[in-house]
């Protein structure tokens, strides 16, 4: 997973200085930012119990494409974040026959479709509204009695936001976004694990 975060985010790096270059509806754009998810609930038939996250970390790359006020883009982000509580108990916890949970976090690696709408006002600063949808590659791992378990799985994902966007030129754009992002239950062995947050991100965009 770390190997393929590398590689997205080089790539990205790479593609900026020749995008800038010209000046057409293409674009290339890379951010990063904070991921808060929301308190979240495992279950297991029955069963439910009260998950709460560490503040995590985000980053992401986009390829997309400007028609007036419209934009359509392809977006790679990946994101992590560790488990601190559950039930109001910090880790590590007896989860009951003699076992003791350590640490727990799920990483995801997301693929979207997504679209803007940017409310051009003959400033500078440009508000805008966005909406995803696609999926995303879950990576759940936990650790009992010093014993790690490792499993991934992928869902349907969307997201829904605003920013704003400031034009430092005719071809460069720096922004600012908050950003909802929502994924199916993943399934962890016999339980589901849901998973939701809220990421705020700065980034910069570049005309090809």
């Known amino acids: 997973m770390n190997k393929r975060l590398i590689t997205i985010i080089c790539c990205s790096f790479l593609v900026l200085p020749a995008v800038s270059l010209g000046a057409t509806g293409m674009y290339g754009g890379v951010n990063a930012g904070v991921t808060m998810p929301r308190n979240d609930d495992i279950t297991n038939g029955s069963t439910w119990l009260e998950l709460e996250y ?61 679209g803007y709408i940017d409310f051009e006002n003959g400033t500078a600063f440009t508000p805008f509204v966005t909406a995803g949808l696609g999926f995303a590659r879950i990576d759940g791992e936990l650790t009992i009695n010093g014993v790690t378990d490792d499993e991934d799985d992928t869902v349907l994902a969307f ?6 966007g400031y034009a430092v030129s005719d071809t460069v ?34 005309a090809f």
């Open 54 to 114: 560490d503040a995590g970390f985000t980053v992401g790359g986009a390829i997309g494409y400007k028609v007036k006020d419209y934009r359509l883009e392809g977006e790679v982000a990946y994101q992590n974040n560790e488990v601190d509580r559950i039930e109001n108990m910090s880790l590590p916890v007896d989860i009951g026959a003699g076992e003791i949970l350590s640490s727990m976090e799920a990483s995801l690696l997301t693929f979207l479709l997504n």
């Open 159 to 164: 997201q829904l936001g605003v920013g704003a």
């Open 173 to 206: 754009t720096l922004d600012c976004k908050y950003r909802y992002l929502y994924t199916d239950d993943f399934d962890f062995e016999d339980v589901a694990l849901g998973m939701a947050s809220h990421n705020i991100t700065v980034g910069i965009r570049v």
